[in-house]
């Protein structure tokens, strides 16, 4: 392969010129992926204190009993989630029918990675009828909350509430509310504001512990009445959607000084641009 190499004094001044722009858009994409973060801090605060303590303002308060709540509404339930909906989890149809299997599949198979802490529209992957049939797979209804229970820190307690009907694998735990208890959007927020405390229940030998289907079923989460729940599942709709947005802007800027650095440097380094 032959290189084009201009004389060394023009290298030497690329050279400069680059490490100097690179740095100023290095540091702009690390200021900006702070900021991506702490906005994602501050919608996990948002939600917490949502569900936790309420909308309405100031009102008489009480220890639940629950380590990641603390102080709730005086007139809150506590239950276990095993008591407020049926719990169940999924399986892998054999690998070694892909064909059958998998190949031109149609059904929704949820696994954790398709789990994205919101609303799940669609897999990545898909099923047939034939893998039903032939496996431990069961399909859950539209409005299923389900959580991850496999992957170690980064990936237990991602959850997801199903958009429509979908199968899921054996590392994903779905709950069917019931629903005069409990609405599938409450539960989903606050299983997203108990998000870090998952890891505190994973058991396992593996470097990665993983949560089971008892360890969430016994999991305790609060129990607002039924208006109350809409209340603030209105409020953080709203409010989550404006950190969202801001969020949105901030990885947009990320991909904007991703790309001008590639395109600064090949440009300077093919001569494209004059240093």
Request: proline share 4%; glycine share 6%.
């Amino acid at each position: 392969m032959l290189l084009a190499l201009p004389p060394k004094e023009i290298q030497i001044r690329s050279a400069q010129y680059l490490n100097a722009k690179c740095t100023e858009i290095d540091t702009m994409l690390s200021k900006t992926r702070s900021s991506i973060e702490e906005y994602k801090k501050l919608k996990q605060a948002v939600i917490t204190q949502a569900v936790t303590k309420g909308v309405r303002g100031e009102r008489e308060m009480k220890d639940c009993g629950v380590e990641w709540a603390g102080l709730v509404p005086h007139h809150w339930g506590v239950a276990k989630i095993g008591s407020i909906g049926q719990t169940s989890s999924g399986a892998t149809p054999l690998r070694s029918k892909e064909s059958s299997f998998f190949d031109d599949a149609t059904i929704r198979w949820v696994r954790t990675l398709d789990l994205n802490d919101g609303f799940v529209y669609d897999s990545s992957e898909k099923i047939t009828e034939l893998a039903l049939a032939s496996s431990a797979c069961s399909i859950m209804p539209k409005g299923t909350v389900c959580v991850a229970m496999y992957g170690g820190a980064g990936t237990i307690g991602k959850c997801g509430l199903l958009m429509s009907d979908c199968a899921t694998n054996q590392a994903v735990c779905s709950i069917v509310c019931n629903r005069k208890i409990v609405s599938p959007i409450f539960l989903l927020m606050q299983l997203l504001a108990l998000k870090p405390y998952w890891m505190k229940y994973a058991v396992g030998t593996r470097k990665d512990p993983n949560i089971s289907q008892d360890i969430v079923a016994r999991m305790k989460i609060l129990i607002p009445p039924l208006d109350e729940q809409k209340e603030i599942t209105d409020y953080l709709d709203a409010k989550c959607a404006e950190i969202d947005k801001l969020i949105a802007k901030k990885e947009q800027l990320v991909k904007e000084l991703e790309s001008y650095k590639k395109s600064l440097i090949y440009e300077v380094v093919t001569g494209k641009r004059e240093v």
